[in-house]
Every structure is written in structure tokens, then in C-alpha cells.
């Protein structure tokens, strides 16, 4: 009986324990749950990257990967680079100066830097410092973005030319800095497209230069369009440049590959440019390595000390080996740059008609593309498609989005949408098009245009 007792009456006293445990641990819960926000909070992106997305190259990577299509879309060659300057990377690997795999100089291995001052030397009729004028960055990336951190304070507008590299943008915004745009319009015509119907308003651009415009970007040849920026436009762009006294940052990465005989201007050439150009440049598209990410940015080095100051802090020195084999890659080039056996020349006119072999084939399949002058890209308007494509499987805001998922995973074919290079507001005008690369070897330039054809 008083076993039972015990029993009976101390049930409500556990009973009690289980419900203040229960509510211990959900303050408890609480309790971390607040701290799980106080501290997501705490360590939230800085506002100065607040509203910043993943890259459409990370969002289509990992499509490529899951859908293995043919990848049209990445603006790298899938062919071998020249065999002297895979050789020279080789060679450098057994080399027997052990100083080769060590540290080199913070702002550029010295012959590096010497061979481009002979470069551009000729090409501006100015000679270069060396160990002033030029600085060795991480790719043209991290020259565009130490140019822009390093000339760039808050609030300093800056005026960057739509559709864009994807990277000016939230450069700008690191930088404190205020984007202001202004997009190349698509001229109405008959007949075959040419970059350069891509056209800037010229009254559209003056308006925006003021007191607050630090610097306008610029690239040409232009990615995506193709566009060369003929000398007429240039000279527009350097006059509002010296009326207002604002820095030209020119991204020349595609600077040798150009078509149809079309020049190639430098915008740091023209009268009162070269104290206000900072000109960048890259190994990987000038030599077909893009994943040896060298680049260099030059200047006058009252421009060029600003980015050896960010680099010095940030990267502080690029790989001696690839700088090496870079600057051999260019001596060889050095001693043939007036001969058509030159790479510079070469390259582009092995791509011709790979360009147009690419033009026909997507006419053909009833897109409209626009003939580039310049890079290694090809847009083309494919709502001449809309009719025959249904594209409600697909969920993204903007149109080019859904229809090259839709061609990546029903058609096997990739291409990226250009709307990823326009600013928010003005992405509609990328919806139409789709960008294809034509540096790929002829047999998937021949698979592409058979996936279309089939297609059709």
C-alpha cells in the first residue's frame, strides 16, 4: 500500500519536471534562435555588398556540369594554345635557376614588365617605364579592380557602357562608388546586323559627365557585342573625358582580335589621353591561357602607383613561373610582330571564319545575329524562335534567362544570356538576344550548327 502510495503521488511531481524541462529548453531554443539571427546579422554582407548575386558564370557552371551540353557559352578556347608558350611554362617547370619558383618583383616579374614596355612602346609611340608605368595583376579581374579601388571614393560617379562585363558593376559599388549608365543602341536596318549598328547617343552620353564623373569605362573590341569603338566615337568619348577632367579606365583585352580589316584604335593615343587612360590587358586572351590569369594594367604612374597600392595589399605578387612564361611567349612575338606568322595577326584571321561559319548557321536557323568587328563573341536575336519554343518549364524573371536553360537542357546547346550584363533597370533591352562563343574548335562549331538544324 504505501509502495503504491509513493507511486500515485509522486507521478504529478515528474509530471511537473517534464513540463518545466520542456519550457527550459525552449527558451533555450529561443534563446539560440535569437542568437543564430543576432549573429546572421552581425556577419551579413557589409552594406557596401548588400544586394550583390551570384555571377551567371557560377549559375551556369553548375548547369553545364548537370546537363553536359555543348558549351557555347564561356568565353574560353577548348583548343591547345600555342606550342611555344605551353613549351616555355614546361621548360620553366625545369629550369634549373631555383629563383624561377620564388617571389618576384610585388608590381610585375621584371622581364614581364620589360617586354611589355617594348610592346607598347611601338604600338602608342610613347616609351613606357617599366617598373613605373605597368603593373602584373591577377588577370584583367583584379586590374579592373585595382583601378577601381584605387581611384574610385565615395560617391564618385562612374559611367559604365551597357551591356557590360558583369564585374563593373559591383566593382563600383565595393568602391563606394555611384554607377551611372548608359546603354549601345541596336540602329533599325535591313538586312545583316554589324557591331557597329550598336550605337552610343552621344547627347544621351554628355549628359552624364557632371562635377561628381571620377572615370568611364570602356571596353573595346566590346564583350558581348563585338563592337570596335571607331575612332569618330572615341574622339566623342576624350573630349567629354578632358572637358570634365575624368579618367578613362580602357579594358583592351580582345585588343588582337578584330575582323574585316577593322583598326583597332588606342584611346590613350589620342591628343590629351594619356595622362587620363589606365589601359588593361590579358595573357590569357592574348595568348589563348585564360587560366593562367595574368593581366596588367599601364599608364602614366601617377595613375598606375593608385593600383600598385591596392595590389601591394591585397595580391601583393602574381606567380613568377606564369609571368615568366608570359614574358618569353612575348619576346618570341616581339621578333615577328610585323610578319603574318605573328600570333596577334594569326589568331584572328583563324577566327574569321569560324565567326562566320558561326553567323551562318545560327541565320540559318532562323536567329538574327549580329556581325561582331571585334572579341570572340557572337549575340543573336532569337525571339524569330518564340513561336515554336514554350519555355513555362522554365521559371526565371527575364526571357534570354529562360531560353538558354530551355536550349541547355532540351537541345544540349549553351549559351549565356546577355541581360546578365545590363544594369536592373535596363535588362529588358538583353532579353532578345543570347551570346555564343566561336573561339571552339571547327568540329563543335559543326556539332552546333547540326543541334540546330535537327532542331529546325
Not at 503521488?9 to 517534464?18: A, D, E, K, W, Y
Not at 539571427?37 to 557560377?58: A, C, E, H, I, Y
Not at 605551353?86 to 620589360?114: E, W
Not at 595573357?283 to 599608364?299: D, E, I, L, N
Request: charged share 25%; aromatic share 10%; hydrophobic share 35%.
Amino acid at each position: 500500500m504505501l509502495k503504491t502510495c509513493r507511486r500515485v503521488c509522486t507521478l504529478p511531481r515528474f509530471s511537473g519536471i517534464r513540463t518545466l524541462n520542456a519550457a527550459i529548453t525552449q527558451r533555450h531554443q529561443h534563446k539560440a534562435a535569437n542568437a543564430t539571427k543576432d549573429t546572421m546579422d552581425k556577419f551579413d554582407l557589409p552594406k557596401r555588398l548588400q544586394g550583390s548575386t551570384p555571377s551567371v558564370w557560377n549559375e551556369y557552371i553548375a548547369l553545364a556540369m548537370q546537363y553536359k551540353p555543348l558549351n557555347l557559352g564561356q568565353g574560353f578556347p577548348d583548343d591547345a594554345a600555342p606550342d611555344y608558350v605551353t613549351n616555355a611554362l614546361a621548360d620553366i617547370a625545369k629550369d634549373p635557376n631555383p629563383l624561377l619558383h620564388q617571389y618576384t618583383r610585388g608590381n610585375g616579374h621584371v622581364r614581364l614588365v620589360q617586354a611589355l614596355a617594348k610592346l607598347y612602346s611601338g604600338l602608342i609611340g610613347r616609351e613606357l617605364n617599366p617598373l613605373n608605368d605597368i603593373l602584373i595583376t591577377a588577370g584583367a579581374y583584379e586590374a579592373l579592380y585595382s583601378t577601381i579601388m584605387g581611384h574610385v571614393d565615395n560617391g564618385d560617379e562612374v559611367i559604365i557602357i551597357e551591356p557590360f562585363f558583369d564585374c563593373y558593376e559591383p566593382m563600383v559599388k565595393m568602391a563606394n562608388g555611384v554607377p551611372r549608365f548608359i546603354p549601345l543602341k541596336l540602329r533599325e536596318k535591313e538586312g545583316p546586323i554589324s557591331s557597329a549598328d550598336w550605337v552610343l547617343d552621344e547627347d544621351e552620353l554628355a549628359k552624364l559627365f557632371n562635377e561628381k564623373t571620377k572615370m568611364i569605362i570602356l571596353n573595346t573590341p566590346h564583350n558581348p557585342t563585338g563592337k570596335v569603338f571607331h575612332r569618330k566615337e572615341l574622339e566623342v568619348i576624350a573630349d567629354l573625358c578632358r572637358k570634365w577632367n575624368v579618367l578613362c579606365v580602357s579594358d583592351e583585352v580582345y585588343e588582337w582580335l578584330v575582323f574585316d580589316g577593322v583598326e583597332h584604335v588606342r584611346i590613350n593615343t589620342l591628343p590629351g589621353m594619356w595622362e587620363r587612360t589606365i589601359t588593361i590587358g590579358s595573357a590569357g586572351k592574348t595568348f589563348s591561357v585564360t587560366g593562367w590569369k595574368t593581366g596588367w594594367a599601364y599608364g602614366p604612374h601617377e595613375l598606375i602607383r593608385n593600383l600598385q597600392m591596392v595590389h601591394q595589399n591585397s595580391v601583393y605578387t602574381c606567380p613568377t613561373p606564369l609571368q615568366e612564361g608570359v614574358a618569353r611567349s612575348f619576346e618570341l612575338e616581339l621578333e615577328r610582330l610585323d610578319k603574318p606568322e605573328c600570333y596577334f595577326h594569326s589568331l584572328p584571321r583563324e577566327l574569321q571564319p569560324k565567326r562566320d561559319f558561326m553567323a551562318k548557321f545560327l541565320n540559318e536557323a532562323g536567329l538574327r545575329p549580329t556581325i561582331p568587328e571585334g572579341g570572340y563573341f557572337m549575340l543573336a536575336d532569337w525571339t524569330p524562335l518564340a513561336s515554336k519554343l514554350n519555355l513555362d518549364s522554365e521559371t526565371d524573371k527575364y526571357k534570354d534567362y529562360k531560353f538558354t536553360k530551355w536550349m541547355t537542357k532540351n537541345m544540349g546547346l549553351q549559351g549565356i544570356p546577355p541581360s546578365a550584363f545590363y544594369s536592373e533597370p535596363n535588362k529588358h533591352l538583353g532579353e532578345d538576344f543570347v551570346r555564343y562563343c566561336f573561339i571552339k574548335k571547327q568540329e563543335n562549331l559543326n556539332k552546333a550548327a547540326e543541334l540546330l538544324k535537327s532542331w529546325k
